[in-house]
């Protein structure tokens, strides 16, 4: 009895002297790093331009009052529909009645050889977009053939289907153009033959009809004055007729190239629209930014390739924030931005293994949209990446994932 009672005891102590040694021995282990992870996965990446941008009418004209005189109050207001050649625009009642002097016949019938010039470039440049509309269409047809029996890339389709698209946007603002001329001309004579004219002398109104199909946009002289030759009275466009204009860094605008794909974004709808840029423009220009600090900044038109119906609220000057592809591809493997560092002139990344130990592995960078950045090689899908890792994780170090 008194043998099992020492065993007892000698086992009480060296139960306690196992768990004291125990606690010991852990309290000099490491302590787990505890870091943020991201798993490595594989999908689409789409690299960006992103700038504040904004809608204006495409083609806008100012009518301007071709003779001196009363103008009549402009009963016209901002967002009225007008018709081409039905339309009222203005009445003017010429003043001082009496027959023109040689000096102004001579410059009205200059006025009216300036326009008739711009009359025949206008109509040069209308043939011309015509042949080129012609020649896109006939070439957009030819890929489509070729592309339907894999004879060519899409990119080769896409740039035939860019490019006849742009040249019908060039034969409509070349055929507006026409009209406008046209009517200018006609303008100008009407204005020579109604003041020197017999119904000079009898003090008839001129009336100024609307030149093109649209929307008043601006009334510029609203109340009754008594106007010279050329003063601005009213600018007229149509707000179906939209396209976007952004602003951004010469060194993204080198970037960008004509047809890219655009996503339009925060202009007020549910969805996001979708455009294509139609130009870069080829002057920078300078800009203070709100640092105070001077950038070289261009202009990027868009065009829009969504139907009227899906932007019918839009209007001119409203504020758009498109989104410019430069670059995109379907399977890229991605991980956060933070998870890259660098080690000279190389990138890193910690990869955690299954015993929790991050271990440092090199890669090469690809394409970044300032989220996710694209791993050309070192990774594969399904690895686990600490994120941000502090200056406490080192190779071979122990961590711990965070909730």
């Not at 490595?40 to 990446?45: A, D, F, I, N």
């Not at 001579?106 to 012609?134: G, N």
């Not at 080769?156 to 406008?180: D, N, P, V």
Request: hydrophobic residues 40%; contains cysteine; negative net charge.
């Amino acid at each position: 009895m008194q043998r099992i009672k020492q065993v007892r005891k000698w086992s009480l102590w060296l139960l306690g002297a196992a768990a004291v040694t125990v606690m010991v021995w852990l309290s000099f282990q490491p302590k787990p790093i505890a870091v943020d992870t991201a798993t490595v996965t594989k999908g689409r990446l789409v690299v960006t331009v992103n700038e504040d941008g904004r809608t204006r009418i495409k083609e806008r004209y100012i009518i301007s009052s071709p003779i001196g005189g009363r103008l009549s109050r402009i009963s016209l207001e901002a967002g009225d529909a007008i018709e081409a050649d039905t339309t009222l625009i203005a009445e003017v009642e010429p003043t001082n009645p009496i027959l023109l002097d040689a000096r102004t016949q001579k410059q009205a019938e200059a006025v009216i050889k300036v326009t008739k010039a711009a009359q025949e470039r206008a109509a040069a440049d209308l043939d011309r977009a015509k042949s080129a509309d012609t020649y896109a269409k006939n070439e957009w047809k030819r890929h489509q053939d070729l592309f339907a029996e894999a004879l060519i890339s899409k990119a080769q389709y896409q740039q035939a289907e860019f490019q006849g698209q742009t040249t019908s946007a060039e034969l409509k603002s070349a055929t507006m153009a026409m009209k406008i001329a046209a009517y200018e001309h006609e303008q100008a004579q009407a204005a020579l033959t109604h003041a020197s004219g017999p119904n000079q002398s009898s003090g008839e109104h001129f009336k100024i009809y609307a030149p093109i199909c649209g929307h008043a946009l601006r009334i510029l002289q609203e109340s009754s004055v008594v106007v010279t030759p050329g003063t601005p009275l009213i600018e007229l466009g149509d707000p179906a007729d939209l396209e976007v204009i952004v602003d951004v860094l010469s060194s993204d605008a080198v970037k960008i190239k004509a047809g890219a794909r655009v996503i339009l974004e925060h202009w007020g709808g549910n969805e996001p629209l979708n455009g294509t840029v139609s130009r870069v423009e080829p002057a920078a220009f300078t800009k203070i930014s709100a640092l105070g600090v001077e950038e070289q900044r261009g202009w990027v038109v868009i065009d829009f390739t969504n139907t009227i119906e899906k932007r019918a609220s839009l209007g001119d000057g409203f504020r758009i924030e498109p989104k410019i592809v430069i670059w995109e591809a379907p399977n890229v493997i991605r991980v956060p931005m933070g998870a890259l560092f660098r080690e000279g002139d190389a990138w890193t990344v910690f990869v955690l293994n299954a015993a929790n130990v991050a271990k440092r592995h090199l890669v090469e960078r690809g394409q970044s949209d300032g989220f996710e950045t694209g791993i050309i090689s070192g990774l594969a899908p399904g690895d686990t990446v600490i994120v941000h890792p502090s200056e406490h994780v080192k190779d071979e170090a122990f961590v711990k994932a965070r909730d």
